[in-house]
């Protein structure tokens, strides 16, 4: 699952659509997951010829409410667990696909989620005014991984140039 629903403020345009070696940031991504998963989705945008989850509980939430939906749609659709990353996400270290519940330390929106772990996110969101996906990380007892070599995080151009210069 793809958490793509942010304002990129930061950025200042849409980062999704920024070019990584000629190609939209959001396509690396999903070519990545579908390495990793059986089936691909994006949260919080449209795009063509993929599924499309809305924010759970309510929209602009942040990443937590891509993954209440994500987690929600897996549960009611028989998945197991769900594999998030955000949409500047390139490729995927490999260690955060162990086990679920598990998070990239560094970057906790990149994490494998049980499915079943839907209304306990539900009950963090509606208690936790942090809404940090770190915070309901902790709360759920999930293992926080290192990797030895990190994806890029892509919250400026300048984030973005250094990421095209260790591509090639």
């Known amino acids: 699952m793809v958490l793509a629903g942010g304002r990129s403020s930061r950025f200042g345009s849409d980062k999704a659509l920024a070019l990584l070696d000629g190609r939209p940031l959001i396509?690396?991504?999903?070519?990545?997951?579908?390495?990793?998963a059986d089936e691909?989705?994006?949260?919080?945008?449209?795009?063509?010829n993929v599924a499309s989850i809305p924010d759970q509980p309510m929209p602009n939430l942040g990443p937590l409410g891509g993954l209440c939906g994500a987690l929600d749609y897996a549960a009611k659709h028989g998945?197991?667990?769900?594999?998030?990353c955000s949409v500047d996400c390139p490729w995927l270290p490999t260690r955060c696909l162990r086990h679920a519940p598990s998070y990239l330390k560094a970057q906790p929106v990149i994490g494998?989620?049980?499915?079943?772990a839907v209304a306990a996110l539900r009950s963090f969101i509606a208690t936790d005014t942090r809404r940090s996906v770190r915070g309901f990380a902790e709360h759920l007892g999930a293992e926080p991984v290192e990797a030895d070599l990190l994806p890029p995080n892509i919250n400026t151009p300048a984030d973005l140039a250094a990421a095209q210069r260790s591509w090639t």
């Open 79 to 84: 998945f197991d667990s769900v594999l998030t």
């Open 40 to 48: 691909v989705a994006v949260a919080g945008r449209h795009v063509d």
């Open 27 to 36: 396509e690396h991504t999903l070519a990545s997951l579908r390495r990793h």
């Open 112 to 116: 494998l989620w049980p499915a079943d």
